[in-house]
């Protein structure tokens, strides 16, 4: 059971390039998320989805685009890489079914640094 | 949304002392979670405590909602320990949760 997979682990960006960011769960999760960590802060919500098919934005979404096709996978996309993007990029998962008392589940992150 | 605060800021402790780790939240949440971020930056699942009170080893956690605040206690602390402990609290849709910006914990031998 891997859990919450995310890739690359690391990244090199120049301004202006694209890229996707790829997470992946095998827990059937219905919940996913996508969260930014900038240095010495705590995350913060780009995107999430609560199902195949529905996305919606969280906090901080300007730059980032998702899309949600499986249960398994919720993949980042990054357009126009900027500096301000610059960050740890956590993917997590949760089960909301029945007993809404369950915690979220991290991947390790992505660390993308754009330049 | 919801404000999540932390306190304190930073925090060291010699081995084998105790601490008391505070998460304040500005709103009504029905879900509030703690996680300890190793020096590797992984994320470790510690509590999901909206309410009451619960134990795992050495650590246990608290969370009075109708008082917006909750509690990680961390007894006889290890270097093992040291890292950032964050909390985050979510309201009632399931949906958002909104982190305080930690609490970083260096134990010292």
């Known amino acids: 059971n891997a859990g919450v997979t995310q890739t690359p682990k690391f990244r090199i960006l120049k301004i202006g390039q694209s890229m996707t960011l790829q997470c992946t769960q095998d827990m059937n999760h219905n919940y996913m998320y996508w969260y930014r960590q900038d240095p010495g802060m705590g995350l913060k919500l780009i995107y999430y989805s609560v199902g195949a098919g529905i996305t919606d934005k969280g906090e901080v979404p300007n730059g980032y685009n998702v899309s949600r096709s499986t249960t398994e996978d919720f993949p980042l996309r990054l357009e126009l890489a900027a500096p301000s993007q610059t960050s740890v990029y956590f993917c997590a998962s949760r089960l909301i079914a029945g007993d809404p008392n369950q915690p979220q589940h991290f991947g390790d992150g992505t660390r993308l640094s754009i330049l | 949304g919801i404000q999540v605060e932390q306190s304190p800021p930073d925090l060291i402790l010699q081995e084998g002392a105790n601490s008391t780790l505070r998460c304040n939240f500005s709103?009504?949440?029905?879900?509030l979670q703690w996680f300890h971020q190793n020096p590797w930056g992984q994320l470790i699942n510690l509590f999901y405590i909206p309410s009451g009170t619960k134990q795992n080893g050495r650590l246990s956690a608290t969370t009075v909602a109708t008082e917006r605040y909750s509690l990680l206690y961390i007894s006889s602390s290890q270097t093992t320990d040291s890292g950032v402990y964050f909390c985050?609290?979510?309201?009632?849709?399931?949906?958002?949760?909104?982190f305080g910006s930690g609490t970083k914990l260096n134990v010292k031998p």
């Open positions: 985050a609290a979510g309201g009632y849709n399931f949906n958002k949760f909104y």
């Open positions: 709103d009504s949440v029905n879900n």
